[in-house]
């Protein structure tokens, strides 16, 4: 049981089928909400009903009841703060994007408040998407959320929160990948690339290819070898390089 105060709900200490109305409650809405719940421990929706106005009297309910209501004022119904629960999808790869999923328990919803926070960082907010960076690798990300009552933004229901996964690298690619010098013997090519989504760490597995006139493609001995030298065996040929992160 609860009573409606100017749109805040104060609790009444009754948690029976029946409620005696007291003085001080009168010319106040009454909220009940029933919620069941069964042998096992395992509640189900949640329902709940407002009443009119309460009066100290019959006559002053008949009154109660010829008075219209203003067209733009939200019934006390509305103005319950909002109760929901939130978990973010299964994403947890740099470059991937996360999204925030809330289902709506009770109340009706407004525009929420939603932080996403690396550590104490604050990262991102007022959306249901972010997408993993670098620098959140090895992190969860936490995402607060508080959600705002749709009638009237001054009444917001409990913060809750969840977290991401735990945030891993991305694969590396190989990008800008380029043989440098000139194509002459006794001259030395070098080979040139950079990796995306990958620290600095990363090892590359270099293998060198000489491409024949009649097609044939025949491996070099240099493999992870970043240069190679030109001689006589490689004329008239082609060289192919081939780089894996």
Same mark, same amino acid.
């Given at each position: 049981?609860?009573?409606?105060?100017?749109?805040?709900? &104060? @609790?009444?200490?009754? @948690? +029976?089928?029946?409620?005696?109305?007291?003085?001080?409650? #009168?010319?106040?809405? #009454?909220?009940? &909400?029933?919620?069941?719940?069964?042998?096992?421990?395992?509640?189900? =929706?949640?329902?709940?009903?407002?009443?009119?106005?309460?009066?100290?009297?019959?006559?002053?309910?008949?009154?109660e009841?010829?008075?219209?209501?203003?067209?733009?004022?939200?019934?006390?119904?509305?103005?319950?703060?909002?109760?929901?629960?939130?978990?973010?999808?299964?994403?947890?790869?740099?470059?991937?994007?996360?999204t925030l999923h *809330?289902?709506?328990?009770?109340? !009706?919803?407004?525009?929420?408040?939603?932080?996403?926070?690396?550590?104490?960082?604050?990262?991102?907010?007022?959306?249901? =998407?972010?997408?993993?960076?670098?620098?959140?690798?090895?992190?969860? $990300?936490k995402?607060?959320?508080?959600?705002?009552?749709?009638?009237?933004?001054?009444?917001?229901?409990?913060? *809750?929160?969840?977290?991401? &996964?735990?945030?891993?690298?991305?694969k590396?690619?190989?990008?800008?990948?380029?043989?440098? +010098?000139?194509?002459?013997?006794?001259?030395?090519?070098?080979?040139?690339?950079?990796?995306?989504?990958?620290?600095?760490?990363?090892?590359?597995? $270099?293998?060198?290819?000489?491409?024949?006139?009649?097609?044939?493609?025949?491996?070099?001995?240099?493999?992870?070898?970043?240069?190679?030298?030109?001689?006589? !065996?490689?004329?008239? *040929?082609?060289?192919?390089? =081939?780089?894996?992160?």
């Amino acid at each position: 049981w609860a009573i409606d105060k100017h749109g805040t709900l &104060q @609790a009444l200490s009754n @948690a +029976g089928p029946h409620l005696t109305l007291t003085e001080d409650q #009168i010319g106040k809405k #009454i909220k009940v &909400q029933f919620t069941p719940l069964n042998q096992g421990g395992k509640m189900g =929706k949640a329902e709940y009903y407002i009443t009119k106005r309460t009066v100290q009297d019959v006559r002053d309910a008949e009154e109660e009841a010829d008075e219209p209501e203003a067209p733009d004022s939200p019934r006390a119904a509305d103005l319950i703060p909002p109760r929901v629960k939130i978990w973010c999808d299964d994403t947890r790869v740099v470059g991937q994007t996360v999204t925030l999923h *809330c289902k709506l328990l009770d109340g !009706e919803q407004g525009n929420p408040h939603v932080q996403w926070v690396r550590g104490s960082t604050l990262v991102a907010e007022d959306t249901f =998407k972010y997408q993993l960076k670098r620098e959140d690798v090895g992190h969860v $990300i936490k995402v607060h959320y508080t959600p705002v009552c749709k009638h009237d933004a001054s009444i917001t229901g409990q913060t *809750c929160y969840t977290t991401t &996964q735990s945030v891993l690298p991305d694969k590396p690619t190989v990008d800008d990948l380029r043989i440098l +010098g000139t194509l002459v013997t006794q001259s030395t090519i070098n080979v040139s690339y950079t990796f995306v989504g990958a620290d600095s760490d990363v090892e590359a597995k $270099i293998r060198w290819f000489m491409l024949t006139p009649d097609l044939w493609t025949l491996p070099l001995p240099n493999d992870d070898q970043k240069s190679l030298t030109l001689g006589p !065996e490689h004329v008239p *040929c082609k060289i192919k390089v =081939k780089v894996t992160p």
